[in-house]
């Protein structure tokens, strides 16, 4: 079927009950069995929940994956994932990963026995080097959260294959909408279904979609042991919002563009990083895996100082960290989403104090420049 039915429909079964068109939020930690040793398909709600099911058989259509598990955060479908390496095993990362996936890998997991490369994958050949006998996988955001940059799936699964490693994508800024991991050669894609998915900023969750069933039977046997689930509220907020899905990227898109667009017309602003402008580096490799840009902009200023300018004088972007949801929001990678980076990597990466990242939402557009416009003369 096409995205929008996909979207709308896989997983969204009729209730059997009563025909609720909507998948009822389960709010339940149990069920019970009509006889010893015999239930209905779900025992304790940390094992199965009807409502979260819902959401995995959708996402796991979305995706083209065999299957998905959906965890209490991001954070926690990452974690999930990275049980896949063992103590003496080996990772290889985007060295421009969200702050939050290099603090679990760089104070967490390496603590563990587990050792990590954190390389600029925007060249593979970078990868290749960095590949040793002990990868086990190669975790892979594109675009980058918040340079923009991005990573050639197709190039870089075929030097994990070969060396045997498996390739974990993030693809919480694209969502399947504009990107699928699975089909260009990753084994496993994570997201924060945090932003775009559930797009309303109402809602923190995670999951991670596998390509085959062994791996999802691993994860699922995780999200169980582990036991970092989903609430039924929360997978019936993911549900709904990605009823939506295409439309507000469709819409979220067309702002993002425009507002690039006029971001590179400022004199103030000495770059603009958004892979659907002709002077992003990457361009090309964007109009061949994606199918759009996405709304996903960061710009430098120069100083802490004008970056703290715009952004305490915008109105109706409004400051505040995470993204993808249907208002826009406006925040300082720096000393925000990216602090727990040391200062020298931030700037070494880009991430400099007068860098600004928006997530464009799908107000009217006129509206969003406008308040762009206001707020840069006050820089
Ligand atoms: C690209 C990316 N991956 C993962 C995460 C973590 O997700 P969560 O905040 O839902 O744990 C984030 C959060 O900002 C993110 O931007």
Request: hydrophobic fraction near 40%.
């Amino acid at each position: 079927m096409g995205f929008s039915t996909d979207a709308i429909h896989a997983g969204n079964e009729p209730e059997a009950t009563t025909g609720a068109v909507s998948v009822p939020i389960f709010q339940t930690s149990t069920y019970v069995q009509p006889e010893l040793g015999r239930h209905k398909g779900y025992e304790y709600a940390r094992t199965g929940n009807p409502t979260r099911r819902a959401l995995e058989e959708n996402l796991a259509v979305l995706e083209r994956g065999a299957a998905a598990r959906c965890f209490a955060s991001g954070m926690a479908a990452i974690s999930a994932v990275a049980t896949l390496a063992k103590a003496g095993d080996h990772v290889v990362v985007s060295d421009n990963t969200y702050g939050g996936t290099f603090r679990l890998y760089s104070k967490i997991l390496a603590h563990m026995g587990v050792e990590f490369a954190f390389v600029d994958t925007r060249d593979s050949r970078n990868v290749e080097r960095a590949m040793r006998k002990n990868t086990r996988f190669v975790h892979l955001e594109t675009p980058t959260n918040p340079m923009m940059s991005l990573c050639d799936i197709p190039a870089i699964a075929a030097i994990a294959k070969a060396g045997g490693a498996l390739v974990v994508v993030d693809n919480t800024f694209a969502t399947p909408y504009f990107q699928r991991p699975l089909e260009l050669g990753a084994d496993i894609v994570v997201h924060s279904t945090t932003k775009f998915l559930n797009g309303h900023s109402d809602s923190v969750g995670g999951a991670a979609i596998s390509k085959t069933q062994e791996l999802d039977e691993w994860i699922g046997f995780v999200q169980n042991a582990a036991g970092a689930i989903l609430s039924p509220f929360d997978s019936w907020l993911v549900l709904r919002g990605i009823k939506t899905l295409a439309v507000r990227m469709e819409r979220h898109e067309a702002n993002g563009r425009a507002v690039a667009r006029f971001l590179t017309t400022q004199p103030k602003i000495r770059k603009v990083y958004y892979p659907g402008l002709p002077d992003h580096p990457q361009h090309a490799l964007a109009g061949k895996q994606m199918r759009g840009f996405g709304a996903m902009i960061s710009f430098d200023l120069g100083s802490y100082e004008a970056a703290g300018r715009l952004l305490g004088a915008v109105r109706l972007c409004s400051l505040g960290e995470s993204l993808g949801g249907v208002e826009t929001l406006i925040s300082h990678p720096a000393t925000m989403t990216h602090a727990s980076i040391p200062e020298a990597e931030r700037n070494r990466l880009g991430v400099t104090p007068g860098l600004v990242r928006i997530s464009v939402g799908i107000e009217d557009v006129a509206d969003l420049i406008a308040d762009l416009e206001q707020a840069l003369a006050a820089v």
